[in-house]
């Protein structure tokens, strides 16, 4: 089945140990988000990639970076993780020709901890 | 970003009843759409609605909107204890951007 798959599931690191978060799709999709998601509350834009364009939202703090070295991979980097990002990170899929019009494929996420 | 906010913020229902879960924004959309989020897991797409149509039915599910108001709402049927989970409202907004979601609302079906 296609799907949104993201690894790993639950990740445990270390205040300012640099971590990285990986998702994968099997839709072929252009478009790969990743998002923030604390406790109760909506999950946050962090950015997108439409095709091998990146765009980050505006209030993404610069500790966070991605990467997407092929249409089915997307990396999340956090550089020096604080305990304020402890959260569940989500990475989403849109399918083309206008990619934000439809509906976006959420993987499982992962669930990152801060010590 | 303009948020959906969900009304209310939690809801606990017991098995049987219907549960309404509205939703309000505040900018021109081209659709709405309404996502599905269990504990733990990620969000599962439940219904798009466009900014032309009042109404939508899928399944359990009944969706409205009102763009003259710019408030939707989603019906869940006779609900079942697996129905419990959180209810996102997303607004795709005139100017081809990303999603916003709103806050959500966390809906508990009591068996």
């Known amino acids: 089945d296609a799907m949104v798959i993201q690894n790993p599931r639950y990740q445990v690191t270390q205040f300012g140990k640099p971590v990285t978060l990986s998702c994968s799709q099997t839709l072929n999709h252009n478009v790969m988000y990743w998002y923030q998601q604390k406790s109760s509350q909506a999950p946050k834009l962090l950015f997108h990639?439409?095709?091998?364009?990146?765009?980050n939202e505006a209030d993404t703090p610069d500790n966070f970076q991605s990467r997407r070295p092929n249409t089915s991979f997307c990396f999340l980097d956090i550089r020096s993780p604080g305990l304020g990002d402890a959260a569940m990170y989500l990475c989403?899929?849109?399918?083309?020709?206008?990619?934000?019009?439809?509906?976006?494929?959420f993987g499982p996420g992962t669930r990152l901890t801060v010590l | 970003s303009q948020q959906g906010e969900e009304d209310p913020q939690a809801l606990s229902i017991q098995e049987g009843e219907n549960a309404t879960m509205n939703c309000s924004y505040k900018t021109s959309i081209n659709n709405l759409q309404w996502y599905r989020q269990n504990s733990g897991r990620g969000l599962v797409h439940l219904i798009l609605i466009r900014s032309n149509e009042r109404e939508k039915h899928s399944g359990r599910l009944r969706v409205t909107l009102d763009t003259s108001k710019k408030s939707s709402s989603l019906l869940i049927t006779a609900s079942r204890a697996a129905d419990t989970a959180s209810y996102f409202c997303?607004?795709?907004?005139?100017?081809?951007?990303?999603?916003?979601f709103g806050k959500g609302t966390r809906l508990s079906v009591i068996a």
């Open positions: 990639y439409y095709d091998k364009d990146f765009n």
């Open positions: 997303a607004t795709e907004n005139s100017g081809n951007t990303p999603l916003v």
């Open positions: 989403a899929t849109s399918s083309p020709p206008r990619a934000y019009t439809d509906t976006q494929y």
